[in-house]
């Protein structure tokens, strides 16, 4: 079972956030030590005025100073706040959506790739199994529809190049999106006998003609996924004895 790091995220928002929230706090400091400095009042009003700059209109009125001086300076301290509180608001919602606009950008490309594509491949799992086929199929004039829910899987398939569907390949939707009514051949690769029978059970009913090619436990299993229509079953550890066999 895959487990994630709940903090990982998180952490990473405060470092980013640590450089705007630093800035502003550090110009909420100068304007209070400005105003503090060059207007002769207390923090309190100092802040007060950071928050209604019209008071420092009003303060002037009343008692003197450079007010020339302290109204541009307030100027320009408000102007810091605001591109300040910008910056945390970019942040936070870079943060926030910035990896699923992303994640929604590349799934409709490649939903528009897919609709293009006649004669693929569709492998249903990127495990071991799954990308070993991938790999050997990318090496031909073949393209390769990986279906995988399993999300580290899933961009590792992206990462080597391959379209990828992030969902359950036994489900009819998954491989409707994948395809499948015009694809060459299916290949049902997950580490799981049961998982491979459904999807060729699945695939045959939604595209009669394509190939299927199931990946099973044992010959117990071979049996069943010919009985549901698999044109090809390969049993890994019958295949590697094999290998072994040839080798010696």
């Known amino acids: 079972m895959e487990h994630s790091d709940s903090t990982g995220p998180d952490r990473s928002l405060l470092r980013r956030l640590s450089r705007p929230v630093l800035?502003?706090?550090g110009l909420v400091a100068a304007g209070v030590f400005g105003f503090v400095t060059f207007g002769g009042v207390g923090v309190v009003n100092a802040l007060f005025w950071l928050l209604d700059p019209t008071s420092i209109e009003l303060h002037f009125?009343?008692?003197?100073g450079p007010a020339t001086l302290v109204k541009g300076y307030a100027i320009v301290v408000l102007t810091g706040l605001v591109v300040a509180g910008l910056w945390i608001g970019e942040t936070v919602l870079s943060a926030?959506?910035?990896?699923?606009?992303?994640?929604?950008?590349?799934?409709m490309q490649i939903s528009q790739r897919l609709q293009e594509l006649d004669d693929h491949i569709v492998v249903?799992?990127?495990?071991?199994?799954?990308q070993t086929v991938a790999e050997q199929i990318g090496g031909?004039?073949?393209?390769?529809?990986?279906?995988?829910?399993?999300t580290e899987q899933y961009e590792r398939a992206l990462d080597d190049g391959h379209l990828a569907l992030e969902a359950d390949a036994s489900r009819e939707d998954a491989l409707t999106d994948a395809g499948i009514k015009r694809a060459d051949t299916v290949v049902g690769a997950i580490d799981d006998t049961n998982a491979n029978i459904q999807i060729a059970v699945l695939a045959s009913q939604?595209?009669?003609?394509?190939?299927l090619i199931v990946r099973a436990g044992d010959r117990q299993d071979e049996t069943v996924a010919r009985?549901?229509?698999?044109?090809?079953?390969?049993?890994?550890?019958?295949?590697?004895?094999?290998?072994?066999?040839e080798r010696l």
């Open 206 to 211: 939604l595209a009669p003609t394509v190939q």
């Open 23 to 25: 800035a502003f706090v």
């Open 124 to 130: 249903c799992g990127y495990g071991t199994f799954g």
């Open 140 to 150: 031909t004039d073949a393209q390769v529809v990986v279906i995988e829910k399993q």
């Open 227 to 245: 009985r549901v229509g698999a044109d090809e079953v390969i049993i890994p550890e019958v295949v590697s004895g094999k290998q072994v066999c």
């Open 61 to 64: 009125q009343t008692h003197e």
């Open 96 to 107: 926030a959506f910035g990896g699923q606009i992303q994640q929604e950008l590349t799934r």
